[in-house]
């Protein structure tokens, strides 16, 4: 199943659908993908420009890190664009990310942009300064963007995030305007990484890994568990994303 595109409906149609996604992709995760002792939660909102996040957390001691049950081991993901930097140039300010730990101590984060990430310069802000500094507490991040860059990010999220780390030259390939991009945090190992996959309208989601350590990660069923949410959501809303036009509401 393709992406679709969802700037054809208002905002809070998407959030429906991103809170269903979020809940499926934790189900699948916890499901066998992730290493025992590893856990999936979903995090509360922590304000109203914030999007929801996707904690992996650890429960018990640092698991074995083995090459099974998806875990996947050096060389690098394979992914359109690969972004490598050796130190981390991060502006000097207080971490302020406060986040309530249920189970374990959170070593990555799935983070699916909102319309409402980027419809100011103060939410993208707020995104983007949140993302970085879970990458400078050693927190491994995914960034799923099925939106188009605006006029606050017109070269996209990943040049707005990766910028703070080494500012270098990016732009999307012809027809992709979408991306989806993993981060592996390099405050353990020295090394940043970025793993970059283009998409559009129409394009299926390829599966993005997840760094859960240095050198280690999972794979994210983003297609199939895309799929599944838009098989499960109402009707109505399937009908708008796909034609554009809202549903005509009945007035006795």
């Not at 992914?79 to 930097?85: A, D, E, G, P, Q």
């Not at 302020?96 to 984060?109: D, E, Q, S, W």
């Not at 568990?225 to 809303?237: F, H, M, Q, R, V």
């Amino acid at each position: 199943m393709g992406i679709h595109d969802w700037t054809r409906v208002p905002a809070g149609l998407f959030h429906d659908f991103h809170q269903s996604w979020c809940v499926r992709i934790k189900d699948d995760l916890n499901a066998g993908r992730l290493p025992k002792g590893i856990g999936a939660l979903v995090e509360q909102r922590a304000g109203p420009l914030e999007s929801d996040v996707l904690a992996i957390e650890r429960r018990q001691n640092p698991p074995r890190w083995e090459s099974n049950g998806g875990l996947a081991t050096m060389p690098h993901p394979s992914t359109r664009i690969v972004r490598r930097s050796p130190t981390a140039n991060f502006a000097d300010r207080a971490n302020r990310v406060v986040v309530k730990h249920h189970l374990g101590r959170i070593i990555a984060v799935i983070e699916i942009l909102s319309p409402g990430n980027k419809n100011s310069r103060v939410a993208l802000r707020d995104f983007v300064e949140k993302t970085v500094d879970f990458l400078r507490s050693g927190i491994h991040v995914l960034v799923i963007d099925l939106f188009p860059h605006t006029p606050r990010d017109p070269l996209g999220i990943h040049k707005a995030i990766w910028d703070e780390i080494i500012e270098e030259p990016f732009a999307f390939p012809e027809g992709k305007d979408r991306i989806l991009v993993s981060y592996e945090s390099g405050k353990s190992s020295g090394t940043w990484g970025a793993y970059l996959e283009p998409v559009t309208v129409g394009d299926e989601l390829p599966e993005m890994p997840l760094y859960l350590a240095s050198e280690f990660y999972i794979k994210v069923p983003l297609a199939l568990t895309y799929k599944a949410t838009w098989e499960a959501s109402p009707e109505d809303l399937r009908v708008a994303v796909e034609t554009g036009v809202m549903p005509v509401t009945d007035i006795e």
